[in-house]
């Protein structure tokens, strides 16, 4: 099986779609990848990524932590050094030093998982985000939606739960209002933008690198002597987006853990 | 996104459908994301954390336990170096004292060996002295007896047995040895005729 180049990312449609002189500019359905069937389920391109880069995450951690010992090995320094980011940065730092110890596997399987999800997106052979198709943001989304209200729930009790959500010493007339906008925050517009924020992120990256790199080969191939030189500042501008996408490949997977673990403290703080 | 319906995915079959509307979650995706997550979850929080949290928990008593060993062993070195010191004032006060005994001692027997000096000088010098007073008296003494005697022999040579008569010839002689001490008789004639005298003094005895 292919995983790098399925049909549909050669535009079947011969036609002129916006794009001049032949050129078919990308359109979201070169990020419908379907491999196979399986009964009534279809197995995408960026599931099978998913899998292995899930096993080999698995399988690299494991190995690198099974030994953990007091002075580290030069793997277990390594794996260290990547673990204390969302260990110390990202959850120690938001949640604090007395409760971020029970929710470290949480932070740390999101920063993990959404970074090299997101790097799929730049590594040759896969060159596509798996986190690029929402389906894997909004999973990742609903479970932070799940542990930090079920957190919030367990600490101030139903009641007292919803009582947390508005700021303590607010006048009493203004209540009514904050109370419906505090409700939409944190039902609403936390679990959307955490997801469309990666989504898009990735989204619109992998958009950007698929146009310049097919743009520079249509340039190249089809185009006359004026176009195939103009071909090689795109092909410069693909590899610039490339290291671009790097940066924000990484960002959004610290964003992202960032923000469930700045949830999980808000959940568990004692007022607002 | 609607911009992104072309002619053909419009018209194509549902697959085409499905990749033009990227907000509509694949549901199959997104169930497998859940079970994907599900998995490292699993592994995380069963085999990852708990081994390097334990090596961290055993890292930080290690350093923990290192500083205070390292703290005891500065303490002891503090306080030997303390004893050390308070040993080597004790021992240099100890040797300036002594010093400093020595130095009074030395001044004490140069004093005592100058004193014990002057005093055997002046002793000396006294015993000397009075050992000259005592020959000057005696010779005095033996002075005056001679020359009484001799000057009554003299004197009675010249003059004859009168003088024999005591009572007087004692107030001549005193007479005269007292105008000898005062320097007026001329001690000439007397040595003149000291050799006639000596012969008298023998035959008169």
Do not use: C
């Amino acid at each position: 099986m292919t995983l790098t180049a399925p049909a549909s990312w050669v535009g079947t449609a011969p036609t002129a779609s916006g794009g001049g002189e032949g050129y078919q500019t990308p359109t979201p359905e070169i990020f419908w990848q379907p491999l196979f069937e399986l009964g009534p389920i279809t197995v995408t391109n960026q599931m099978a990524w998913a899998a292995i880069i899930t096993a080999a995450l698995s399988f690299a951690m494991i190995a690198l932590s099974k030994n953990a010992a007091v002075v580290p090995g030069k793997g277990q320094w390594l794996f260290e050094n990547f673990y204390n980011l969302p260990r110390n940065t990202i959850a120690r730092d938001m949640i604090g030093t007395r409760h971020f110890r029970q929710y470290l596997p949480l932070i740390v399987t999101l920063f993990t998982m959404v970074l090299f999800f997101n790097l799929a997106g730049s590594f040759f052979g896969s060159m596509m985000p798996v986190t690029s198709k929402i389906g894997f943001p909004i999973a990742l989304t609903l479970v932070v939606y799940v542990v930090y209200h079920w957190i919030g729930v367990k600490k101030h009790g139903l009641g007292g739960y919803f009582k947390h959500m508005v700021p303590g010493g607010l006048p009493k007339a203004v209540v009514p209002v904050i109370f419906p906008l505090e409700l939409i925050t944190y039902f609403i517009t936390r679990p959307l933008t955490l997801a469309l924020r990666l989504f898009g992120n990735m989204f619109a990256g992998h958009m950007l690198i698929y146009l310049f790199v097919t743009g520079a080969f249509y340039f190249l191939i089809e185009g006359d002597i004026l176009l195939k030189l103009v071909s090689l500042p795109t092909f410069l501008m693909a590899g610039v987006m490339l290291v671009f996408e790097l940066l924000v490949q990484f960002l959004q997977a610290f964003v992202f853990a960032l923000l469930t673990a700045s949830y999980i403290a808000g959940a568990l703080a004692d007022d607002h | 996104m609607h911009f992104t319906a072309t002619p053909a995915s419009v018209v194509s079959l549902v697959p085409a459908a499905e990749g033009s509307m990227p907000l509509i979650p694949h549901w199959e995706e997104l169930v497998f994301g859940l079970i994907m997550f599900a998995i490292l979850w699993w592994v995380v929080a069963k085999k990852v954390v708990p081994n390097i949290e334990k090596a961290y928990e055993e890292r930080h008593a290690a350093i923990e336990g290192g500083i205070a060993q390292a703290e005891n062993a500065q303490a002891e070195a503090e306080a030997a170096k303390a004893q050390y010191e308070a040993q080597l004032a004790e021992a240099r006060s100890e040797a300036a004292q002594i010093r400093e005994d020595a130095r009074a001692e030395g001044a004490a027997i140069v004093a005592q060996m100058r004193q014990q000096a002057q005093d055997e000088a002046n002793r000396i010098t006294e015993s000397a002295h009075k050992q000259i007073d005592a020959e000057r008296q005696q010779a005095a003494v033996t002075l005056r007896g001679e020359v009484g005697r001799m000057s009554t022999d003299l004197a009675g040579r010249i003059v004859g047995h009168e003088l024999s008569e005591s009572s007087t010839r004692q107030s001549i002689i005193d007479r005269f040895l007292s105008e000898l001490e005062t320097g007026k008789v001329q001690p000439e004639k007397v040595t003149a005729s000291a050799p006639g005298s000596s012969t008298v003094d023998g035959q008169e005895s």
